[in-house]
């Protein structure tokens, strides 16, 4: 089974449809992210926990807002999609405590189409 | 601000060698990291360098010059798998919390 899942795989919304993309981890970590991924864009952090208890914008969290419900999960939501949210947005994990790198563990991605 | 910058696409024969470079620029620097994706796929970890030097992990290595804010990406003996976009990632500390920045990737194409 994969370390880290997300729900849904595909989505196709319309405008000003709200809309929750969801992130689960078994690999026991603290941290974890919501990115997006545009062509030619690279990766780009939309929004970053790392406890329950400590969530953090990243640099294009307008749009955007999260939970961190538990360790294991974290939701992401767009409260009135729009067009340009269209992207594969990704989750990570990570874990400093036990990792000095921080190498971040990527779920499979959600590919999200605003119509 | 923070910025990292590195070639949009790299086309190499398979059994070459091929450099991917990556210049940086940011406050609070820990270390520079290379992650791998494969179209359709999830980006994956490869190698992390914090310190001045030459890593090697197999075929790859990855190189750091701090003084230079540079690093670079070297695969070796290529192959078809190895086409996919590579992206340098730095590890900062702006604002008092620690992230990664990721560039905005190296396409790279191996070609028979």
Known sequence: DADVTQTPRNRITKTGKRIMLECSQTKGHDRMYWYRQDPGLGLRLIYYSFDVKDINKGEISDGYSVSRQAQAKFSLSLESAIPNQTALYFCATSDLRRDSTDTQYFGPGTRLTVL | GQSLEQPSEVTAVEGAIVQINCTYQTSGFYGLSWYQQHDGGAPTFLS????????????????????????????????????ASYF??????????????FGSGTRLLVRP
Do not use: H, P, W
């Not at chain 2, 340098?88 to 920045?101: F, T």
């Open chain 2, 48 to 83: 992390y360098n914090a310190l001045d030097g030459l890593e090697e992990t197999g075929r790859f290595s990855s190189f750091l010059s701090r003084s230079d804010s540079y690093g670079y990406l070297l695969l070796q003996e290529l192959q078809m798998k190895d086409s």
């Open chain 2, 88 to 101: 340098c990632a730095v590890r900062s500390s702006s604002d008092s919390s620690y992230k990664l920045i």
